[in-house]
């Protein structure tokens, strides 16, 4: 599968930025699709997730309540949207795929194929 990550850019703080995920090779059905981001120097670290089947989502403490990550099964896409993204969310955004049980949906190894990433860049 390949993974295509868009819809970066800059951005004001408080304004809005929607990210896009689509695949190619085989559809999300069966799997949990992940955003991580990095920052410069830092590890990328786990921001949303959301079960293909069955829509269940997950979200970093830091951003619970401005993100929103969702799906368009017709167009074999996941979004995540970033309401209100501060400074602090600039970073390479990643999303990926993998298999994880709730335990583990949030950890980076749960995910094995992962996209290209789209640089965000939240201006103050």
């Known amino acids: 599968v390949q993974l295509q990550a868009s819809g970066g850019g800059l951005v004001k703080e408080g304004a809005s930025l929607r990210l896009s995920c689509a695949a190619s090779g085989r559809t999300f059905s069966g799997y949990t699709v992940g955003w991580f981001h990095q920052a410069p120097g830092k590890e990328r670290e786990f921001v949303a997730a959301?079960?293909?089947?069955?829509?269940?989502?997950y979200y970093a403490d830091s951003v619970k309540g401005r993100f929103s990550i969702s799906r368009d099964s017709a167009k074999n896409t996941v979004y995540l949207e970033m309401n209100s993204p501060k400074p602090e969310d600039t970073a390479v955004y990643y999303c990926a795929t993998g298999r994880p049980i709730a335990s583990t949906v949030r950890a980076r190894a749960s995910y094995y194929d992962w996209g290209q990433g789209t640089l965000v860049t939240v201006s103050s």
């Open positions: 959301i079960r293909w089947s069955g829509g269940n989502t």
